[in-house]
T-cell receptor, first 114, second 113 residues
């Protein structure tokens, strides 16, 4: 149980276009989701926290107008990278809070901007 | 300040040898501790977690970790490493439900035949 499905797993897009990444909780309601970014050979860095029905909370240095997060339902949170540039190429991963003290991660999205 | 330190950036072990990956944390409240593994190009897989109770925690794939509050450590161990264990390992600390994780920088494990 407690599975988060993240799509797409890999995406290549042209510079200047936008890309949407979805994280969907399959068998539970995810009130809170976290979005992380991972550069090659580095650890995961929290980008933002999304709560269902309210605005996301962004970490310092993360451009909220560039990385749009929507958490409109208890089972779906989306991250849209707007006007993507090559420096946005990275591994993006979401996690959801499950029940008492559980957390589960999506499988990640490898974004390449060309 | 909350933080996680994994002192070893890269470790190489022979197949069949024992393994210990170090993790030290700093957290202002009761810590919930986790170890995750990430294979190349893949997402994160939870190996084990500690919330409370027995300080020696058993996880999947034969891994275990021991929580030592006095040393603020949560080291990961495996008695006999397999070639398939080669991956990146992340230690993480979190608080109550709804709080974010703080990840260490990871330890890259290479297993040689």
């Amino acid at each position: 149980g407690a599975v988060v499905s993240q799509h797409p797993s890999r995406v290549i897009c042209k510079s200047g276009t936008s890309v949407k990444i979805e994280c969907r909780s399959l068998d539970f309601q995810a009130t809170t989701m976290f979005w992380y970014r991972q550069f090659p050979k580095q650890s995961l860095m929290l980008m933002a926290t999304s709560n269902e029905g309210s605005k996301a909370t962004y970490e310092q240095g993360v451009e909220k107008d560039k990385f749009l997060i929507n958490h409109a339902s208890l089972t779906l949170s989306t991250l849209t990278v707007t006007s993507a540039h090559p420096e946005d190429s990275s591994f993006y991963i979401c996690s959801a809070v499950v029940g008492g003290h559980g957390y589960t991660f999506g499988s990640g999205t490898r974004l390449t901007v060309v | 300040a909350q933080s996680v330190t994994q002192p070893d950036i890269h470790i190489t072990v022979s197949e069949g040898a024992s393994l210990e990956l170090r993790c030290n944390y700093s957290y202002g409240a009761t810590p919930y501790l986790f170890w995750y593994v990430q294979s190349p190009g893949q997402g994160l897989q939870l190996l084990l977690k500690y919330f409370s109770g027995d300080t020696l925690v058993q996880g999947i794939k034969g891994f275990e970790a021991e929580f030592k509050r006095s040393q603020s450590s949560f080291n990961l161990r495996k008695p006999s490493v397999h070639w398939s264990d080669a991956a990146e390992y992340f230690c993480a600390v979190g608080g109550d439900t709804g709080n974010q994780f703080y990840f260490g920088t990871g330890t890259s494990l290479t297993v040689i035949p």
